[in-house]
């Protein structure tokens, strides 16, 4: 029993040594020297996000007497560089171009209609002057037998009395009535003109909302697609989604400024100077640093709910480009002063 328990104490260790010899040590983890790592400065930290100083919402158009969705048929891609008055999107414009097709065939019609309301009434002014005139004769033609009455007998003198009278009857008559269709042909002239007007409206709005169903970049820059609702899930918005008007479809901004929005505490004011400079460090680039500058300070502080500590905003302005910086990226603000913040 002795000898046995020696042999099973010598094959556990001969085991113990092949495991040794087999599994090579691991190396152990090496960092970076310090020399290849960006050095940022000491001075106020602050978190902020990474904001355009140009850009622009674009929003789904809102269409008068059209059904509130849309289809859409064009859009450009994320990341897309686009110049100013480029399309940025187009929704399907079938209906608005129908009634644009529709009001301007009415608009002509009524056009017609007043053209030919117009030699209508100026043919009824000229058949009135002209009774007018006959009338006004045939007073003085009865003036005229009146004054030669003297050396008529009685009857016809009479008669010429009443020949003066019916020719002034007829005259006051229509003086009156010729005025009131005077009056009545301004009238349905008027309605004609009003109605013209209105169809002339009805057509500038279909061809306008023709036109606003077709985007067209405010300012040169970049689009990035915004993420929006639609057929149960949500993302970026697709060529032939039907969309509401005023949801979020894309925005363009200038990537050659951007700026930094951040939160300063007011205790940490007093750093705040017209010579205040910031280094900024994205948190999804952290080997990349980037001077920036001071544009404005909220004066006035607001703190959180429930919270003692009062902060204020502040706008960075970063120097320089970096295809790397692109809005709402989170990023840490090291505030500094004149030359403190480094090359």
Same mark, same amino acid.
């Given at each position: 029993?002795?000898?046995?328990?020696?042999?099973?104490?010598?094959?556990?260790?001969?085991?113990?040594?092949?495991?040794?010899?087999?599994?090579?040590?691991?190396?152990?983890?090496?960092?970076?020297? *310090?020399?290849?790592?960006?050095?940022?400065?000491?001075?106020?930290?602050?978190?902020?996000?990474?904001?355009?100083?140009?850009?622009?919402?674009?929003? $789904?158009?809102?269409?008068?007497?059209?059904?509130?969705?849309?289809?859409?048929?064009? /859009? %450009?891609?994320?990341?897309?560089?686009?110049?100013?008055?480029?399309?940025?999107?187009?929704? &399907?414009?079938?209906?608005?171009?129908?009634?644009?097709?529709?009001? /301007?065939?009415?608009?002509? &019609?009524?056009?017609?209609?007043?053209?030919?309301?117009?030699?209508?009434?100026?043919?009824?002014?000229?058949?009135?002057?002209?009774?007018?005139? /006959? *009338?006004?004769?045939?007073?003085?033609? !009865?003036?005229?037998?009146?004054?030669?009455?003297?050396?008529?007998?009685?009857?016809?003198?009479?008669?010429?009395?009443?020949?003066?009278?019916?020719?002034?009857?007829?005259?006051?008559?229509?003086?009156?009535?010729?005025?009131?269709?005077?009056?009545?042909?301004?009238? %349905?002239?008027?309605?004609?003109?009003?109605?013209?007007?209105?169809?002339?409206?009805?057509?500038?709005? !279909?061809?306008?909302?023709?036109?606003?169903?077709?985007?067209?970049?405010?300012?040169?820059?970049? $689009?990035?697609?915004?993420?929006?609702?639609?057929?149960?899930?949500?993302?970026?918005?697709?060529?032939?989604?039907?969309?509401?008007?005023?949801?979020?479809?894309?925005?363009?901004? &200038?990537?050659?400024?951007?700026?930094?929005?951040?939160?300063?505490?007011?205790?940490?004011?007093?750093?705040?100077?017209?010579? $205040?400079?910031?280094?900024?460090?994205?948190?999804?680039?952290?080997?990349?640093?980037?001077?920036?500058?001071?544009?404005?300070?909220?004066?006035? !502080?607001?703190?959180?709910?429930?919270?003692?500590?009062?902060?204020?905003?502040?706008?960075?302005?970063?120097?320089?480009? &970096?295809?790397?910086?692109?809005?709402?990226?989170?990023?840490?603000?090291?505030?500094?002063?004149?030359?403190? !913040?480094?090359?």
């Amino acid at each position: 029993m002795r000898y046995l328990g020696v042999f099973v104490a010598a094959a556990a260790l001969a085991g113990c040594r092949n495991v040794a010899a087999s599994d090579p040590p691991s190396p152990a983890p090496r960092t970076p020297p *310090a020399a290849d790592r960006p050095q940022v400065p000491r001075g106020v930290r602050a978190t902020g996000k990474i904001r355009a100083v140009r850009e622009y919402a674009v929003q $789904v158009p809102r269409i008068e007497g059209q059904s509130p969705r849309m289809t859409l048929v064009r /859009l %450009a891609a994320s990341g897309a560089q686009v110049q100013k008055d480029d399309v940025l999107a187009e929704f &399907d414009r079938t209906q608005q171009i129908d009634n644009a097709r529709e009001a /301007l065939a009415k608009y002509e &019609d009524l056009r017609h209609q007043v053209d030919q309301k117009k030699a209508e009434n100026r043919s009824n002014a000229e058949k009135r002057a002209e009774e007018m005139a /006959l *009338a006004k004769a045939e007073l003085a033609k !009865a003036k005229i037998q009146l004054r030669i009455a003297p050396v008529l007998g009685q009857i016809k003198r009479l008669q010429n009395d009443v020949k003066l009278e019916d020719a002034a009857t007829h005259i006051a008559s229509l003086e009156k009535s010729h005025a009131l269709r005077e009056s009545a042909d301004a009238a %349905a002239l008027k309605i004609l003109e009003l109605k013209t007007e209105r169809q002339r409206l009805a057509l500038e709005r !279909a061809e306008r909302n023709a036109e606003r169903l077709v985007l067209k970049a405010p300012l040169a820059g970049m $689009v990035a697609l915004e993420n929006t609702w639609r057929t149960g899930s949500i993302g970026p918005a697709q060529v032939g989604d039907q969309l509401w008007g005023g949801q979020a479809l894309l925005r363009i901004f &200038d990537p050659t400024e951007m700026e930094v929005s951040t939160q300063i505490a007011e205790p940490d004011a007093a750093a705040m100077s017209a010579d $205040v400079r910031a280094v900024i460090s994205l948190d999804a680039y952290p080997d990349l640093l980037f001077k920036a500058r001071l544009i404005s300070a909220n004066p006035v !502080a607001s703190a959180d709910l429930g919270s003692p500590i009062k902060r204020f905003t502040a706008r960075f302005r970063i120097e320089g480009t &970096d295809p790397h910086l692109m809005p709402d990226l989170s990023a840490a603000v090291v505030i500094t002063r004149g030359e403190e !913040a480094g090359p």
